[in-house]
């Protein structure tokens, strides 16, 4: 049964069992086994049979056994899709585990809930069952149980859009079902491992592990697992455009979900079924199916805005704008309220992952029916969502909805550059501070991301792109920046809302070829802002008497990865002269713990500057941290404590490595560092898209505060700061030393 050898189990349990053992426990477990093992073989009739004796045999004989019963009844339940009842039995097993002190059965019964949460789309709670299944569960040595949560969870987060994060724990379930020997448990992570490469569009390791898991299902005669095989094969090949092989599978998958009565597999290949119908030309198959789904009470939210949207495909398809127009906004009126059910800001940030694929296609609608200011108002829409709703600015009320966003960049004396990148197209909103907004469409993402990837790994080379005439980085500018050239005259400022790639791309860093080569930070003053939400929400001027500083870091060094920095104390020395000594707060040595920030009080600061190292998470952004010295076991200061103090009226500044993230999130932007202190309620935010230079950050830094004392606003007096760098005919002149470091604007 661990092997999820099913047929073998019950040809070993088929004789009959001795006259002595009738009563005994061993009877209770061959009935629970049989029971089990029927049902994973889809064989009710005898499952249920199984089950019925196994709950007299236990009530009559052995009631410390009912616990485990009732258990797999949950199981059974769950197999024949009756969620509601599967849930209620785990609960009673759950209760009588820990009545009984029994942690085997309590594991099992949390880790079962988990499940059945993470099928009902809550995933709050389905985490934190399984976190608690899995500590329990290690700490008892029930490694069956470990193997089964780790990839419960990882299921979980790629239900969440966390694709990393969910790798990395199936890569860990495999793992654990390979030390375990069972097969069918490796099998089952294979299956899931394979579906998600599909989704990052690894076609080519999606189809060989999806093969590798077939062949594996058929020899272990788990049908469950060869539909489920065939199912996500049926997916891929649609994507590479192999339609008739992707019908093959499908229909195979079909017949299997229907024959073992697996509903919730059999709507994900109706699904498949209706766009294949639709891109051969069967456009009423293709809505008959769709809607069949959307009318289904057992679909969840993720099929029901998948079938709205793939409906609306199909009327975009037969020529009916206004019924595409009905089901775009249907599906994402169902995509918003499965997003706000999510309850963990941190497990909000990866949701629109799965679902920005519909958006995109409801921007491209928008533009081919040349509405391109309502495609902005879409765009605006998912863009930032968890920062913007957390800092209470949501005020998109319609998808579709538009602003005046001339308005914003005449207050901002700034040209507005909004870009979204597309599977198909992408698109730039370029908004003058005078005069009317202009549309550009641009190159597809698969086009601009090689781009970004290679130039930014020239900015980190030895060598100034610049002098080598690096082509990648002119042909970004070409297609990024050209097209809306003429509404960015020399001398103006910039606000880029950037998407995508382009999060981890530093504009100013852009090289321009005429007149003469030189930098785009020569010609313009850039902020960043990752939604215009922010934008329209932020208060520019930074002029304020008797502007407080909290100044931190140069912290004692808490271990041999975080050495001590030998320029920290020079720049907090330099720092500090620009500010009145009554109206400064330096914390530095053992005394920079995070604790010490906590008690700070930071709100009633204007400033905030770190000088510290900084380490950037992909995997929980969220446990980005700035280190500091250690009090106890804790020297990391997390971005999740830091949005929980809340700031105002604050300019932070994070002089330390990563401080803008590493990790870029479908509809959020990049988070990190900078998005907690923006999450907090920081005006504005500088920090580091990558690991800085020691001795050239505190001369920067000086000439920053010392330009902020001075009157100039903030991304200005760090324009001028990094054009010191730029023009010192030194070896900082190289973007690698000055780029790192970019303004992101608040509210």
């Not at 889809?42 to 009559?60: K, V």
């Not at 020239?458 to 980085?473: E, I």
């Not at 999060?503 to 990752?530: C, K, M, R």
């Not at 076991?633 to 404590?641: A, H």
Request: aromatic share 8%; proline share 5%.
């Amino acid at each position: 049964m661990r092997k999820r050898s099913n047929q073998d189990a019950l040809d070993l349990l088929r004789p009959t069992i001795p006259d002595s053992l009738h009563k005994s426990d061993v009877a209770v477990w061959q009935q629970l086994t049989q029971a089990s093992a029927s049902g994973y073989l889809y064989r009710f009739g005898d499952a249920d049979r199984f089950i019925a004796a196994a709950q007299t045999l236990a009530s009559q004989y052995h009631p410390e056994l009912l616990g485990d019963v009732t258990l797999r009844k949950g199981t059974l339940a769950l197999l024949h899709g009756d969620i509601q009842t599967a849930e209620s039995c785990y609960r009673a097993a759950l209760q009588i585990a820990r009545q009984d002190n029994h942690p085997f059965l309590e594991a099992a019964a949390l880790g079962s809930l988990g499940f059945v949460a993470t099928r009902r789309e809550h995933y709050d709670e389905s985490l934190e069952m399984n976190r608690a299944a899995l500590q329990l569960s290690q700490s008892i040595g029930a490694q069956g149980s470990v193997t089964t949560i780790l990839g419960n969870m990882a299921w979980g987060l790629f239900e969440l859009g966390d694709y990393d994060g969910s790798l990395k724990l199936f890569q860990q379930a495999e793992d654990s079902a390979e030390k375990e020997g069972s097969p069918g448990a490796e099998l089952a992570w294979k299956v899931d491992v394979g579906a998600l490469n599909s989704y990052v569009r690894d076609y080519p390791a999606a189809e060989a592990d999806l093969l590798q898991a077939l062949d594996l299902a058929k020899k272990l005669n788990q049908q469950s697992q060869v539909g489920a095989a065939l199912n996500a094969l049926a997916s891929v090949s649609f994507s590479q455009g192999h339609i008739d092989e992707a019908d093959s599978y499908n229909q195979q998958a079909l017949a299997i979900f229907r024959a073992t009565g697996n509903h919730a597999n059999e709507i994900s290949s109706e699904l498949i079924e209706a766009r294949i119908n639709n891109q051969n030309g069967k456009r009423a198959e293709a809505a008959q199916l769709l809607e069949k789904v959307i009318a289904d009470s057992q679909a969840g939210p993720s099929a029901r805005w998948e079938a709205e949207a793939r409906l609306a495909s199909v009327d975009v398809a037969a020529n009916k704008p206004a019924d595409a127009e009905k089901e775009f906004r249907s599906a994402i009126a169902t995509i918003e309220t499965a997003r706000r059910s999510v309850e963990s800001e941190e497990l909000r940030l990866s949701f629109l992952t799965n679902a920005i694929e519909f958006y995109d296609e409801y921007v491209e609608f928008l533009v081919a029916q040349h509405r391109t200011a309502e495609a902005l108002g879409v765009a605006t829409l998912m863009r930032a969502r968890t920062l913007v709703e957390g800092l209470g600015l949501d005020s998109a009320k319609d998808p579709a909805a538009t602003a005046n966003w001339s308005d914003v960049a005449q207050r901002e004396h700034a040209t507005i550059l909004s870009y979204w990148l597309g599977s198909h197209h992408s698109y730039l909103w370029a908004i003058p501070p005078s005069g009317p907004a202009r549309f550009f469409t641009l190159p597809s993402e698969d086009e601009i991301d090689p781009l970004v990837r290679s130039y930014g790994e020239a900015l980190l080379g030895p060598r100034d792109p610049l002098v080598t005439n690096n082509k990648d980085g002119s042909q970004l500018y070409a297609t990024l920046v050209v097209p809306a050239l003429s509404l960015v005259p020399k001398g103006s400022r910039v606000v880029v809302v950037p998407d995508g790639s382009l999060f981890g791309l530093n504009f100013e860093a852009l090289p321009v070829q005429n007149p003469a080569p030189h930098y785009w930070i020569d010609d313009v003053t850039v902020i960043n802002a990752s939604s215009l939400m922010l934008v329209a929400a932020h208060e520019p001027s930074f002029a304020a008497k008797r502007a407080k500083l909290l100044l931190i870091g140069d912290p004692v060094s808490p271990s041999d990865e975080f050495p001590s920095l030998p320029q920290a104390a020079a720049e907090i020395s330099d720092i500090e002269k620009h500010f009145p000594s009554q109206d400064t707060t330096v914390i530095t040595g053992s005394q920079a713990t995070p604790r010490a920030y906590m008690d700070s009080q930071p709100g009633r600061f204007s400033y905030i500057h770190f000088v510290a190292h900084g380490t950037s998470s992909e995997t929980t952004p969220l446990e980005s941290a700035v280190i500091l010295s250690k009090q106890g076991d804790s020297f990391k200061l997390y971005g999740r404590d830091v949005v929980k103090l809340p700031l105002k009226g604050v300019l932070v500044t994070i002089s330390a490595c990563h401080g803008a993230g590493s990790r870029t999130y479908s509809g959020e932007g990049l988070v990190g560092l900078s998005w907690a202190f923006l999450r907090a309620g920081a005006r504005g935010v500088i920090a580091a898209l990558w690991e800085v230079d020691d001795a050239s950050t505190a001369g920067l830094m000086d000439h920053f505060y010392d330009s902020l004392s001075k009157g100039e606003d903030p991304a200005s007096a760090l324009r001028k700061a990094k054009l010191g760098l730029l023009h010192s005919g030194t070896v900082y002149q190289k973007p690698f030393y000055w780029a790192p470091f970019q303004y992101y604007a608040g509210s």
